[in-house]
């Protein structure tokens, strides 16, 4: 089936060409960072984690939302999703791949890596972030290929499958719930140490996941022709603007309790990203941006008659994203450093090395992202001929 | 030729003998070049049974002197690169209100807010740190002492997220090029770990004090074990009023301080 990515048009090679040629700049950029070690990135003793674990806690969110085409399809029978389906799970697989790249770009010794597994601790929720991560992305992987494969030559697909994709779902679920439970468990690190956080990364990935999914559905609709349906994508949309309805709520309840309460260490880190703490500012015109546009997208998104038109639709789905992307991509792990345990406030900014490291991820991502595609596309459109 | 076999036989027996004795004394006590036996070491460790803590005399601790920092620091190959953001330190001084952020900070008196406090791994009972590591590469010893395993660790800095003192540093370069008095007594660590106070398990092993506490020349730092209620600290701690770092959390630490 895969010979089918070999075979397009000029403008899919030069695509194909370009995401080559970043993954080659993000790849040297990373020699240099295991050459010269993590020195070359924004981060420091104090902002130990930076865009890398950022991007990373993004991804695992938007790996997560493919249960929002999953559950109604093969739960609830929706059958809109029909087409919608296997692009979310494919997205969901090179989500997957990215959000594990860039664990391994953040850490100081890739080369002992598998010392997770050969010295397993269950009490660490690294360990279980990465049970879960690598079942979920070969769940994903073999369950939609096999689907994929069936329908091509026309016979349904072997027993094995449906139940496959039926523990994909609550896997889902728990993918994100654990990745919260990496922050949330913090002892020191009060913008985390909150019981909200795992509700409230459901929410956010929800959002912005299948807001990412309408986006693709519309640039396959564009490139290839191959459509999902309007159907497909209004229901997403209504899916999407609940899940950033109640992603603002959440983040509402944390303003309310650390502000009413006016704990000091409750407080401080919202404080430093919207409002500015002891003079330093450096997140605070971010992380309004992230908010407004945010609201403003959620309330296109509500009305229903800009939420039919399709430049409307395309705008706000891209502002959800690039809002959620901000606010969980880089308010809550740097905001999560500051102020430091000893209360100082260090400020943070990716250099140029960190910056092509993580394009490169991306690259890498989409490529086996649009490798995948190009073949259902080639296999869907074969079927309707 | 025959000259040159005896001086290769000569060669090869002298290796062999060198190779004897280095296993003889690896393996028998009594012939080892550096003595580790300790009436401590004498009986199977039991786990709990000792742990080892700290009681810092702050009003001993006299302003400008980092005696203690430097003592610790050069035993223990600490890289010093001079610049905040690479900064590896395993015991340092701060101001009040950073060593105490959740203490009372209202009208403290100009003299504490003055004096300096010195801040190292509390080597705390309930430990986040080794809880948060994946690998057991820091891990809680049986006499108390939160350990770091530098060819395990895998640099996530998982530990560093979770310390909630900002014990732990990471090394974000080759520290090697930035020990400017090396030592051969403890290992140099890589690029790419992450590394914090010892509470100088290499010392105690051979039956010293810690640097820190060997090093203070005004006895500010009391070192011993806490679940014997007849050592100094206990008896100190019975005597005196103090105060651990960030209690409210649960993490049980083991630096007490005298205010």
Known sequence: ?385 | MMNEERREFIKKTALGVLVGLGTVSGIVPAFSLEKTVLPLWDEKPVPGKIRWGMLIDTRKCKEGCQQCAAACHHAHNVPDFRNKKDEIKWIWQNPYQKVFPTASQQFVSKEIQDRSFLALCNHCVDSPCTKACPTEATFKRWDGIVAMDYHRCIGCRFCMAACPYGSRSFNWQDPRTAIHDPVTTYPTREQGVVEKCNFCSDRLVKGQQPACTEACPEQALTFGDLNDPRSDIRQLLETNETMQRKPELGTKPSVFYII
């Open chain 1, 1 to 385: 089936m895969i010979e089918k990515a070999l075979k397009g048009n000029r403008s899919y090679w030069i695509w194909i060409a370009f995401l080559i040629s970043v993954i080659g700049i993000g790849l040297s950029a990373y020699n240099q960072q295991r050459w010269f070690g993590l020195t070359v990135t924004g981060m420091g003793r104090d902002i130990s984690w930076g865009l890398y674990i950022a991007q990373f806690t993004f991804l695992v969110g938007v790996a997560a939302s493919a249960v929002m085409v999953v559950l109604p399809y093969y739960l609830h029978h929706q059958k809109e999703f029909a087409k919608t389906v296997i692009i979310g799970e494919f997205m969901a697989v090179s989500a997957t791949l990215m959000s594990m790249l860039f664990i391994l770009a953040d850490m100081g010794r890739p080369d002992r890596l598998l010392n997770i597994m050969l010295y397993p601790s269950p009490h660490a929720m690294v360990f279980w972030d990465l049970l879960v991560l690598s079942g979920y992305l070969a769940m994903n992987m073999v369950s939609s290929w096999a689907m994929l494969g069936a329908e091509r030559k026309g016979v349904p697909p072997k027993a094995w499958v449906k139940p496959l994709i039926y523990l994909s779902i609550p896997w889902a679920f728990s993918v994100h719930t654990v990745t919260a439970f990496l922050y949330a468990g913090m002892p020191g690190r009060h913008l985390w140490l909150t019981a909200v956080l795992p509700p409230r990364f459901l929410a956010s990935a929800f959002a912005a996941g299948t807001a990412l999914l309408i986006l693709v559905s519309f640039i396959l609709k564009r490139t290839t022709g191959f459509d999902t349906g309007k159907e497909a994508r209004a229901k997403l949309a209504v899916l999407a603007t609940y899940a950033g309805v109640a992603n603002i709520f959440f983040l509402g309840t944390e303003f309310f309790t650390a502000f009413y309460s006016n704990v000091p260490t409750h407080k401080e880190s919202l404080q430093y990203l919207f409002f500015g703490l002891e003079g330093h500012y450096q997140f605070v015109p971010l992380m309004w941006f992230s908010l407004i546009s945010g609201v403003a997208s959620i309330i296109v998104l509500l009305v229903p008659a800009l939420r039919k038109s399709t430049p409307w639709l395309v705008g706000a789905c891209s502002a959800l994203v690039l809002s959620i992307w901000i606010d969980k991509g880089v308010g809550l792990i740097l905001g999560g450093f500051v102020p430091s345990p000893l209360q100082e406030i260090v400020e943070y900014t990716p250099t140029a090395t960190e910056i092509y490291v993580t394009l490169g991820i991306w690259a890498i991502g989409i490529l086996l992202l649009t490798v995948l595609l190009k073949v259902v596309v080639a296999v869907k459109m074969e079927k309707e001929q």
